[in-house]
Every structure is written in structure tokens, then in C-alpha cells.
């Protein structure tokens, strides 16, 4: 999400963004999770049928063994997050409300979901964050320090109240960069032989 200020976050809701002013709450790994998963993966693609590039679960829900807030993260690739016209009113048929709209960060758009605690981050084709959320979202299902790095610090951030969710997912940009880092020093050595 564009910059962290509680103007830029009102400014990219639709409607009042709820205040949340409390600690955030994690939870342990729950299996379901990859469930939800499917389960909402497959409602969007009969509300979008091929107009939907890749649905990929992302976020900590999608990390076995990762503690997180229990709510399913997707990143929706579709041809032009822009042209609302083209996905909007499907994505609404199915029950999805479009809660964030923020064009000046990679058109992300943000529905919520009409049973499960789902958010749906949806993006352009070739859009580098998607790119990054699944490079971030392998990183941690396949080193154990990263992971155990990034829970540490979610739950110390967790510890504290926060205003609004989102500033408790700002908070991690450091550590997220670093991971991210540490990923890409990793790809840069030579395999082994």
C-alpha cells in the first residue's frame, strides 16, 4: 500500500476505513487455511472465468507453520486492474466488495470477501508486486531462520495498538526488505556441485 499516513489510507478506502485501535491479533498455523484458499480461488474464477491470469495465495496464511492474522491474502492478476468495467460488477456478483482503490501504487484494487475473512489484491499482468508477495511467500515457506525472523517480528508489532491495521502491515516493510534481500543474495550464489 502507497504511503503510510492515516490521510493516505483514508484517502484509498472506499467508504470509512475501520479503526481498529487495539493490538493485532495472530493466531497459530491453521491447515484450513490452504482450504479457504481454494475455496475462494475457485469462486473467483467462475466470476472471472480466463479474465483471471493467476490467483495465488499469498500472506502469511499461505506459509505452513507461520503464525498470522486469519485472513486468506490472494493476489488476482488480471489483464488491467485499471479498468474496473472489465472485473468490478463480476467480482460483486460473487459476493467480493471492492474496499480499496489505489491507483498510484501499481492500480491495486482490494476486495473483501463475502464469507471468509478474504482479501483479494488485485493487480495488472507483469505487475512486479505480485512478483515480490510470491518470492516473499517462498522465501519463508523454504527457510526456516527468514520465517522464524519474520514471525518475531510480527508478533513484537502485534504487541502493540495500532490505530488501524494496516499501519501494523507497514511496520514490517523493514524486515519484509531484508528477507527479500537475503532471497536475492541467495539466487546470486553459484549451486552446488
Known amino acids: 500500500m502507497t504511503g503510510g499516513t492515516d490521510d493516505d489510507l483514508e484517502a484509498a478506502y472506499i467508504g470509512d476505513p475501520p479503526i481498529h485501535n487495539d493490538v493485532v491479533h495472530l493466531v497459530e498455523y491453521q ?41 486468506i491474502d490472494i493476489a488476482l492478476t488480471i489483464a488491467d486492474s485499471a479498468n474496473e468495467a472489465a472485473y468490478v460488477p463480476d467480482l460483486e456478483a460473487a459476493g467480493y466488495q471492492l474496499r480499496i482503490r489505489e491507483p498510484d501504487w501499481y492500480e491495486h484494487r482490494l476486495f473483501k470477501g463475502p464469507e ?15 512478483e515480490r508477495m510470491i518470492v516473499f511467500r ?54 552446488p556441485q
Request: charged residues 30%; hydrophobic residues 35%.
Open 138 to 191: 517462498d522465501r519463508l515457506r523454504t527457510n526456516d531462520d527468514d520465517r522464524r525472523l519474520y514471525e518475531r517480528t510480527k508478533r513484537e508489532l502485534a504487541s502493540r495498538r495500532w490505530k488501524y491495521v494496516q499501519h501494523y502491515a507497514n511496520a514490517k516493510s523493514d524486515v519484509i526488505a531484508t528477507i527479500l534481500n537475503h532471497s536475492e543474495i541467495d539466487n546470486d550464489r553459484p549451486a
Open 31 to 71: 491447515p484450513i487455511w490452504p482450504e479457504q484458499f481454494q475455496r475462494e480461488a475457485g469462486r473467483i474464477r467462475v466470476a472471472l472465468g480466463s479474465r483471471a491470469l493467476s490467483i495465488d495465495h499469498v500472506g502469511s496464511t499461505s506459509v505452513p507453520g507461520l503464525a498470522a492474522k486469519p485472513i
Open 116 to 130: 471468509a475473512d478474504v482479501n483479494i489484491h488485485v493487480f495488472s499482468r507483469d505487475c512486479v508486486e505480485v
